[in-house]
């Protein structure tokens, strides 16, 4: 039997991203500023995860303008969505398991 605690994948070891993940999984997209008021964050704190996981290529960014203003939104990708299944699946079996 496959040890379910090497299963999980340590970029989800954060609180955080797992928030990110978790709320961009349910939603087409969300913006900077809605992730960051759902997870009551500070901008810098954000960025660094989301840079994480856009980096592991788990989610991927959209640049607008609307108006004069940079919109900033962020979706999950398809590896992103396998990743993380893969994860809470991994999670489910170690609960399970107990």
């Known amino acids: 039997m496959v040890n379910p605690i090497g299963a999980l994948n340590k970029i989800f070891d954060s ?3 797992l928030g990110v993940m978790s709320i961009l999984v349910v939603n087409d997209s969300v913006s ?5 008021q759902m997870l009551e964050l500070t901008d810098g704190n954000l960025a660094s995860h989301l840079n994480t996981l856009e980096q592991a290529e788990y989610i991927k960014v959209q640049k ?4 004069r203003k940079t919109n900033t939104t962020y979706l999950i990708t398809e590896l992103g969505k396998q990743a993380f299944k ?3 699946d991994a999670l489910e079996k170690m609960i399970k398991g107990i």
């Open 64 to 67: 607008a303008f609307i108006g």
């Open 15 to 17: 609180r955080i991203r």
């Open 32 to 36: 900077f500023n809605e992730l960051k």
């Open 86 to 88: 893969a994860h809470l």
